[in-house]
């Protein structure tokens, strides 16, 4: 520049490059590009005025856009736009991340030049040859040499990029307010790419339209807008149904549901009716009961009602909370309790911003256990026999004594026919918890039937209640009183003749058949008649060879003995007549003199003629023989006639 203020020509052109063209002034010595001067006066110059110095800026890159995913040898087209502030002129440049650089300048005047601010963009193409994840970088300049920089990865390949949903974690829940009350509401969501999120409001419920943010377009994914609040007024009371929604603007979207009850005036008279404590319930018995309010506050019914109660585990096992029939307002409290006890917990109602809530009791008892009444015959039980005049124990045990408190017994006579009276009562109203009964066995003839025998069992059954009961398990015997005679240990057979006599064996036998031989033999003689012993041995007694008048032989079988019955046995040659014989026998520890005469007989015995005795002992045991034989044929005969 000259002292005049002239610029040259490659000044001049560096400026214009700098601060676009300005105009060179000519005349008065004024310089070109100068601002011009106010006058002097008088002599006086005010101070000079520069010319503002040029701001210059770096570019903004405000988007990009291109694909996140390619196939290998696919093209991808990027787009990138920027503005300068300084109106200026960009070049834009790319790395694409395989060792390739290109650079393609943007066409100044793509967009006005004013604002500073205008948009300039650049179109990018590109083809990958191999397998991977790249992330190109493109680079913005000024013709001030100032840049920015901006990315966006690519999956080139089989590797393939898939996107995930963002997922809300958080909302506000259901809501209650008053009308003409704004309600802020915030919400939260997660992404697990991490991508920029887009929140919105579809429908307030009363017709307004929704809110809504919109996707960021270009630049880099960082996550932002993970949360998200609004608010919103209603003006009219009622239930309102609100939708949230969230958005990664690249095709995953999440939304929940939420209502929000707007009421109008308080009610003072908004309560649960149902009063506390709740019936009793009871283990393993079905339980409902409902729960009812009053004082519903205007602009909401029961269908409108919110329920809600503070814990739930409170509730007894098996015990739930929820709605029945007719709507909300009867919400019941139901189901099958599990364990007995004392319950006690809360359970809220709302309407709108207005909410009650009451303590609840619930007493669960123990099921009921129900004990089935039984007796059971203990004795006798089968296979006793029983004997007239004794006191036989009748025994018992039971269940449920409160239910079977009394009992009877019986004697039943399986012998005898129904009709005929086959059953006694022997006991009448005994206490059951006392197990027994001692009863006196009549005599035979006062059992059912009149007779004795081996089929007789007890049966014993409630008092106010036949049917429970039971028998004996199987027949016993009742029979009368045997009365013991001693059988006999001594034997002494006295003969008496005139002449000749001669007989042989005496046999002695017991209770059960058996032939006893004698432990010793005494024999006696009176004149000339001669008793001998000489072949006594097991089954013979001994006999007379010789003499007259009479002749006695004593035989002891031993004191573990017991005769009870006397065979004689005649010799080969008959007996002469005019003989007399006498047969006695005593027992053990008595004497001689207490013998009893079993026979007396006279006359010639002939060959094989037996003389037999039974003691008093066997004739007892074949009376009562004969008797049992006497009742069986009375009880044949009453089948008989049952069965006709």
Same mark, same amino acid.
């Given at each position: 520049?000259?002292?005049?203020?002239?610029?040259?020509?490659?000044?001049?052109?560096?400026?214009?490059?700098?601060?676009?063209?300005?105009?060179?002034?000519?005349?008065?010595?004024?310089?070109?590009?100068?601002?011009?001067?106010?006058?002097?006066?008088?002599?006086?110059?005010?101070?000079?005025? =520069?010319?503002? /110095?040029?701001?210059?800026?770096?570019?903004?890159?405000?988007?990009?856009?291109?694909?996140?995913?390619?196939?290998?040898?696919?093209?991808?087209?990027?787009?990138?736009?920027?503005?300068?502030?300084?109106?200026?002129?960009?070049?834009?440049?790319?790395?694409?991340?395989?060792?390739?650089? #290109?650079?393609?300048?943007?066409?100044?005047?793509?967009?006005?030049?004013?604002?500073?601010?205008?948009?300039?963009?650049?179109?990018?193409?590109?083809?990958?040859?191999?397998?991977?994840?790249?992330?190109?970088?493109?680079?913005?300049?000024?013709?001030?040499?100032?840049?920015?920089?901006?990315?966006?990865?690519?999956?080139?390949?089989?590797?393939?990029?898939?996107?995930? !949903?963002?997922? @809300?974690?958080?909302?506000?829940?259901?809501?209650?307010?008053?009308?003409?009350?704004?309600?802020?509401?915030?919400?939260?969501?997660?992404?697990?790419?991490?991508?920029?999120?887009?929140?919105?409001?579809?429908?307030?419920?009363?017709?307004?339209?929704?809110?809504?943010?919109?996707?960021?377009?270009?630049?880099?994914?960082?996550?932002?807008?993970?949360?998200?609040s609004t608010s919103h007024t209603w003006n009219n009371?009622?239930?309102?149904? $609100?939708?949230?929604?969230?958005?990664?603007?690249?095709?995953?979207?999440?939304? =929940?549901?939420?209502? $929000?009850?707007?009421?109008?005036?308080?009610?003072?008279? &908004?309560?649960?009716?149902?009063?506390?404590?709740?019936?009793?319930?009871?283990?393993?018995?079905?339980?409902?009961?409902?729960?009812?309010?009053?004082?519903?506050?205007?602009?909401?019914?029961?269908?409108?009602?919110?329920?809600?109660?503070?814990?739930?585990?409170? &509730?007894?096992?098996?015990?739930?909370?929820?709605?029945? =029939?007719?709507?909300?307002?009867?919400?019941?409290?139901?189901?099958?309790?599990?364990?007995?006890?004392? #319950?006690?917990?809360?359970?809220?109602?709302?309407a709108g911003s207005q909410s009650v809530s009451k303590?609840?009791?619930?007493?669960?008892?123990? !099921?009921?256990?129900?004990?089935?009444?039984?007796?059971?015959?203990?004795? +006798?039980? %089968?296979?006793?026999?029983?004997?007239?005049?004794?006191?036989?124990?009748?025994?018992?045990?039971?269940?449920?004594?409160?239910?079977?408190?009394?009992?009877?017994? #019986?004697?039943?006579?399986?012998?005898?026919?129904?009709?005929?009276?086959?059953?006694?009562?022997?006991?009448?109203? @005994?206490?059951?918890?006392?197990? *027994?009964?001692?009863?006196?066995?009549? +005599?035979?003839?006062?059992?059912?039937?009149?007779?004795?025998?081996?089929?007789?069992?007890?049966?014993?059954?409630?008092?106010?209640?036949?049917?429970?009961?039971?028998?004996?398990?199987?027949?016993?015997?009742?029979?009368?009183?045997?009365?013991?005679? +001693?059988? *006999?240990? *001594?034997?002494?057979?006295?003969?008496?003749?005139?002449?000749?006599?001669?007989?042989? =064996?005496?046999?002695?036998?017991?209770?059960?058949?058996?032939?006893?031989?004698?432990?010793?033999?005494?024999?006696?003689?009176?004149?000339? #008649?001669?008793?001998?012993?000489?072949?006594?041995?097991p089954g013979k007694g001994g006999y007379w060879n010789?003499?007259?008048?009479?002749?006695?032989?004593?035989?002891?079988?031993?004191?573990?003995?017991?005769?009870?019955?006397? /065979?004689?046995?005649?010799?080969?040659?008959?007996?002469?007549?005019?003989?007399?014989?006498?047969?006695?026998?005593?027992?053990?520890?008595?004497?001689? %003199?207490?013998?009893?005469?079993?026979?007396?007989?006279?006359?010639?015995?002939?060959?094989?003629?037996?003389?037999?005795?039974?003691?008093?002992?066997?004739?007892?045991?074949?009376?009562?023989?004969?008797?049992?034989?006497?009742?069986?044929?009375?009880?044949?005969?009453?089948?008989?006639?049952?069965?006709?």
């Amino acid at each position: 520049i000259t002292p005049t203020g002239y610029v040259g020509p490659i000044t001049r052109a560096k400026i214009n490059a700098l601060c676009g063209d300005v105009t060179s002034g000519g005349g008065g010595g004024g310089g070109g590009g100068s601002v011009p001067q106010p006058p002097c006066v008088n002599g006086v110059c005010p101070p000079k005025t =520069e010319p503002p /110095k040029p701001i210059y800026g770096s570019p903004v890159i405000s988007g990009i856009s291109g694909p996140q995913s390619l196939k290998v040898g696919e093209q991808g087209t990027w787009t990138v736009t920027a503005s300068d502030p300084n109106n200026g002129t960009l070049s834009y440049s790319v790395t694409w991340g395989d060792e390739y650089q #290109y650079q393609k300048p943007s066409v100044q005047g793509m967009y006005a030049t004013t604002p500073t601010t205008s948009q300039q963009s650049a179109i990018f193409t590109h083809t990958y040859s191999q397998v991977g994840t790249y992330t190109p970088v493109f680079t913005v300049t000024n013709n001030n040499g100032q840049s920015a920089k901006t990315s966006l990865s690519v999956n080139v390949g089989e590797v393939t990029s898939t996107n995930r !949903a963002p997922v @809300i974690t958080d909302n506000s829940g259901d809501h209650s307010t008053p009308s003409g009350q704004a309600v802020n509401f915030y919400f939260k969501a997660t992404d697990a790419d991490n991508d920029d999120l887009a929140w919105g409001i579809s429908d307030w419920g009363d017709g307004s339209p929704g809110s809504n943010s919109t996707c960021r377009e270009g630049g880099s994914q960082n996550g932002a807008n993970h949360n998200y609040s609004t608010s919103h007024t209603w003006n009219n009371p009622g239930k309102y149904l $609100v939708t949230v929604f969230v958005s990664d603007c690249r095709g995953g979207s999440d939304s =929940e549901s939420f209502s $929000v009850y707007v009421g109008d005036t308080q009610s003072s008279n &908004f309560t649960i009716t149902t009063p506390s404590p709740l019936p009793n319930a009871k283990v393993g018995t079905p339980f409902n009961t409902p729960l009812t309010v009053s004082g519903i506050p205007t602009g909401y019914n029961s269908n409108s009602l919110g329920w809600g109660t503070s814990n739930a585990s409170l &509730f007894p096992p098996g015990v739930y909370f929820g709605a029945g =029939e007719g709507g909300q307002q009867y919400m019941n409290i139901y189901g099958t309790p599990t364990v007995a006890g004392i #319950y006690t917990f809360s359970i809220t109602v709302s309407a709108g911003s207005q909410s009650v809530s009451k303590q609840f009791t619930l007493t669960v008892d123990p !099921a009921t256990t129900v004990i089935t009444p039984t007796i059971t015959v203990i004795s +006798p039980n %089968g296979g006793e026999t029983l004997t007239t005049g004794n006191i036989q124990r009748i025994s018992w045990t039971s269940t449920g004594t409160s239910l079977v408190n009394l009992v009877n017994l #019986y004697i039943v006579n399986g012998s005898v026919n129904t009709g005929s009276g086959n059953t006694n009562l022997i006991g009448s109203s @005994i206490p059951t918890s006392q197990g *027994y009964y001692d009863w006196t066995i009549p +005599p035979v003839g006062q059992l059912p039937g009149g007779v004795g025998g081996g089929n007789f069992k007890v049966r014993i059954e409630n008092a106010n209640n036949s049917t429970v009961i039971d028998y004996s398990n199987a027949s016993f015997s009742i029979i009368a009183p045997v009365t013991t005679v +001693p059988g *006999y240990r *001594y034997l002494k057979v006295q003969s008496t003749s005139n002449s000749w006599i001669a007989w042989h =064996e005496i046999q002695a036998i017991d209770s059960s058949g058996n032939v006893l031989s004698p432990v010793s033999c005494t024999p006696l003689a009176s004149g000339s #008649y001669n008793s001998s012993c000489g072949d006594v041995y097991p089954g013979k007694g001994g006999y007379w060879n010789a003499g007259s008048l009479s002749g006695t032989i004593t035989l002891d079988y031993g004191s573990d003995k017991n005769i009870t019955q006397v /065979k004689l046995l005649p010799s080969n040659s008959p007996t002469l007549a005019n003989a007399t014989h006498t047969v006695s026998a005593w027992a053990d520890g008595a004497s001689e %003199g207490s013998a009893t005469v079993l026979k007396t007989f006279s006359g010639q015995i002939q060959d094989q003629v037996w003389l037999t005795y039974q003691s008093p002992i066997a004739q007892s045991n074949a009376s009562q023989l004969a008797s049992i034989l006497d009742a069986l044929k009375s009880a044949l005969a009453s089948l008989k006639k049952s069965l006709q």
